[in-house]
Each structure stands twice: as structure tokens, then as C-alpha cells.
């Protein structure tokens, strides 16, 4: 429960307030929620929200260069790398793109990468009218942040290469998910504050291709075109018969449905599902 509900991090990150503190409560269902602003919270949680809430972070960005300290340590083929507890949440410190460090919170139980829009400049990615785009659902509707593809993604000598990023401009700290950890097999030490990491490899699958994303949606879709044409021509039908037409469609309608909540969870760009 409690990773599922850190995945709802990413989009709590996504309202007006910028803040880099993070509100944490539990509900009488013993359910856990993040909020960045403690006018997200509930009033009857807001103490407990002010109480616990994680350490602030400034989120700053540092330039790598080999000459500085390099956190973590690798032996026998293993990665470990210390992490800063915030709570329940582990914040790390990753070099992107083999210069820019970047502190990340870490969510194994989200699929993507998440930048804050401001290291852009700093990684030298431009965002234009032609930059792939995904849809994002928030608390204050839906919002599209740009998707780019990152040169190289390290902790502590773990590296991996060609990872797609959403880039957020209302994130101080990134968030870095399964595309980076389905790469290893990994381990926590809660009392070390210390991750450990051990490449996984037959854990590298590449990613879903645009053909293979193109297929899924053009499937559902072309079913959908083929169900409509033939009510549209078959005026004659008995009522029998078209309600389980009508039934079929709303089946569909549902399955495409979840196909764009699949496509939106893996960062799927709008132009791959046509």
C-alpha cells in the first residue's frame, strides 16, 4: 500500500504550489497520501501532516566532474548507495546524462523518470512545438509535459542508458522509477540507509516500440470503426440485437480506455498511439 501510494507522488508534485516540503498522512483506513502544499491536506489531518512531514530538501543541482566524490561504492559486481530518509520516501543523488547531479526520490512501484523542468538547460535539451508529449491526470486537471530521452541515468557507478523522462516544471526533486531499478535486482537496508543493487540481467528487456504501441491502439480502434460502420448501415437490426452490438462497444470503449491509462503509466507519446 504504501508503495502504490508513493506512487501518486509524481502527480501530487504537479499543483500551484512549488514548494519542495512534503505533507504525509495516514487516513482512518490506514491509507497513505502525500500532498505539496498543507492546504491539500484535509483539515482533521493536518496536524499529523505538519507533524510528520519529510525534511525539506533544496533540490539543488550540482555539476559532476571526475575529480569530485563520487557517494556509493561498488564490490563483487554490486552497487551500493547510501539514500537520505525523508520519512518513508529514500532521496538520492544520480548524475544525468554523465554530468548533471540531480536528487531524485526513488519509487520502484512507478514505471517512468521524472525530471524538474529547470535541469533542461542544464542537460542541454531544448523543448520546442515538436517535442513528444504526454497527458498527465492531476488533482487540477489534466496538464502535458514534455518526454526526452536521457543519454545515461548513474547512481554510484549503476548506470543506465536511453531511459525516456517526463520533464515537470513544477518539480524540485525528480523521481526515479522501475525503467531505472527493473534493470537490477536491489536491495534495502533501512538501518544502513543504504541501497544495494546488483545488475539484473535478464531483467534488460528493451522497451515496448512505437510499432508495438502503434498495434495496440490500432486494434482497438479499428474494432471500434468496424462496430460503428456496421450500426450505422444496419437500420434494420431488431432491438435484440442491437443492444448486444451496443454492449460490445462500450467493451471497446473501456479497453481503449485502459489502453491510454497503460500508455499515460509508461510515458507513451501521443504520436505513437495513432
Same mark, same amino acid.
Given at each position: ?73 561498488? &564490490?563483487? $559486481?554490486?552497487?551500493?548507495? @547510501?539514500? %537520505?530518509?525523508?520519512? *518513508?520516501?529514500?532521496?538520492?543523488? +544520480?548524475? !544525468?546524462? /554523465? ?39 492531476? &488533482?487540477? $486537471?489534466?496538464?502535458?509535459? @514534455?518526454? %526526452?530521452?536521457?543519454? *545515461?541515468?548513474?547512481?554510484?557507478? +549503476?548506470? !543506465?542508458? /536511453? ?39 535478464? &531483467? ?71
Amino acid at each position: 500500500m504504501r508503495r502504490a501510494a508513493i506512487c501518486l507522488l509524481a502527480l501530487l508534485l504537479q499543483t500551484s504550489d512549488a514548494s519542495s516540503e512534503i505533507f504525509r498522512w495516514t487516513d482512518e483506513a490506514g491509507k497513505l497520501h502525500f500532498a505539496q502544499s498543507i492546504q491539500q491536506v484535509p483539515p482533521q489531518y493536518r496536524k499529523q501532516a505538519l507533524r510528520e512531514s519529510a525534511t525539506k530538501s533544496d533540490g539543488s543541482f550540482q555539476t559532476f566532474t571526475k575529480t569530485s566524490e563520487q557517494r556509493g561504492s561498488r &564490490a563483487s $559486481g554490486k552497487y551500493r548507495i @547510501p539514500f %537520505v530518509a525523508e520519512g *518513508s520516501l529514500m532521496r538520492v543523488n +544520480a548524475i !544525468v546524462n /554523465g554530468h548533471l547531479e540531480i536528487p531524485f526520490f526513488i519509487d520502484t512501484g512507478a514505471s517512468g523518470v521524472s525530471l524538474p523542468a529547470s535541469a533542461a538547460s542544464r542537460l542541454g535539451i531544448s523543448i520546442g512545438p515538436n517535442t513528444q508529449r504526454i497527458t498527465m491526470h492531476t &488533482a487540477n $486537471g489534466q496538464i502535458e509535459l @514534455p518526454l %526526452v530521452r536521457l543519454a *545515461s541515468v548513474e547512481l554510484a557507478g +549503476a548506470r !543506465v542508458e /536511453g531511459l525516456m523522462a517526463t520533464l515537470n516544471p513544477t518539480m524540485s526533486i525528480g523521481l526515479l522509477g522501475g525503467a531505472f531499478f527493473n534493470q537490477f535486482s536491489y536491495g534495502v537496508d533501512p538501518v544502513a540507509n543504504v541501497i544495494t543493487l546488483e545488475r539484473n540481467h535478464a &531483467a534488460v528487456v528493451p522497451s515496448p516500440s512505437e510499432d508495438h504501441w502503434r498495434r495496440r491502439f490500432q486494434k482497438v480502434r479499428g474494432s471500434l470503426e468496424q462496430l460503428d460502420a456496421y450500426l450505422r448501415n444496419r437500420e434494420g437490426l431488431n432491438e435484440a440485437r442491437r443492444e448486444e452490438l451496443e454492449r460490445k462497444r462500450v467493451e471497446l470503449e473501456a479497453r481503449l480506455d485502459a489502453l491510454e491509462r497503460e500508455a499515460n503509466r509508461d510515458s507513451v507519446p501521443r504520436s505513437w498511439r495513432r
